[in-house]
């Protein structure tokens, strides 16, 4: 099984809608990452959490560690097409070793 | 500041070949990871390189190497290509920050590598 595991695998939501993504991990986080891709392209770095209980936003996305730093949630709100893409999250294991989630594939109709 | 570039971005190889792949790093930057994305396994890492010396090291076969030169570009090769190998091979940099315990990656575009 996948040390990160991300739900859903993908989403299909109307534009204006709110929509969350889950990250979970089998070990504690002690760095979270989240990054968007458009297919075949690089990485778009998002955002990083570290601490348990952290929160922190960027224009409609909100990306949370909880408590137990196990999990993280994305939340984005007011979803546009741009919003469309691959949302993957990463895990430090070492420095600059990061491994990944499976990603879930977001849609976002007009 | 510009980005992280890989060369080239696109590679078509056969079997047996052997390839090597180009990452410039953001200027400052001093780290540099790899790694290979395919459909069935999803995102890999594959090493880094910090101070022309590979720090970390992934679960991948001796045919995967890299190296890192004093201006911190980054190479990787692969050697004796299989068609397994076909992937997206990505690579980041960092910059690291002493005391901090996370650091952020930022990616390149990618190669894609096709092995016929």
């Known amino acids: 099984s996948q040390e990160l595991e991300q739900s859903p695998q993908s989403l299909i939501v109307q534009e204006g809608k709110n929509l969350t993504i889950n990250c979970t991990s089998s070990?504690?986080?002690?760095?979270l990452y989240w990054y968007k891709q458009k297919y075949g392209e690089g990485l778009i770095f998002l955002m990083m959490?570290?601490?348990?209980?952290e929160e922190k936003s960027h224009e409609k996305i909100t990306a949370k560690l909880d408590e137990k730093k196990q999990q993280s949630s994305l939340h984005i709100t007011a979803s546009q097409p741009s919003h469309a893409g691959i949302y993957l999250c990463?895990?430090?294991?070492?420095?600059?070793?990061?491994?990944f989630g499976t990603g879930t594939l977001l849609a976002v109709q007009p | 500041k510009a980005g992280v570039t890989q060369t080239p971005r696109y590679l078509i190889k056969t079997r047996g070949q052997q390839v090597t792949l180009s990452c410039s790093p953001i200027?400052?930057?001093?780290?540099v990871s790899w790694y290979q994305q395919t459909p069935g396994q999803g995102l890999q890492f594959l090493f880094e390189y910090f101070s022309e010396t590979q720090r970390n090291k992934g679960n991948f076969p001796g045919r995967f190497s890299g190296r890192q030169f004093s201006n911190s570009r980054s190479e990787m090769n692969v050697s004796t290509l299989e068609l397994g190998d076909s992937a997206l091979y990505l690579c980041?940099?960092?910059?690291?920050?002493?005391?901090?315990?996370?650091?952020?990656?930022?990616f390149g575009p990618g190669t894609r590598l096709t092995v016929l």
């Open positions: 959490l570290q601490k348990g209980g």
């Open positions: 980041a940099s960092s910059r690291i920050v002493p005391g901090q315990g996370g650091n952020e990656q930022f």
């Open positions: 990463g895990a430090d294991r070492a420095t600059n070793k990061l491994i």
């Open positions: 200027s400052g930057h001093r780290s």
């Open positions: 070990k504690t986080l002690y760095g």
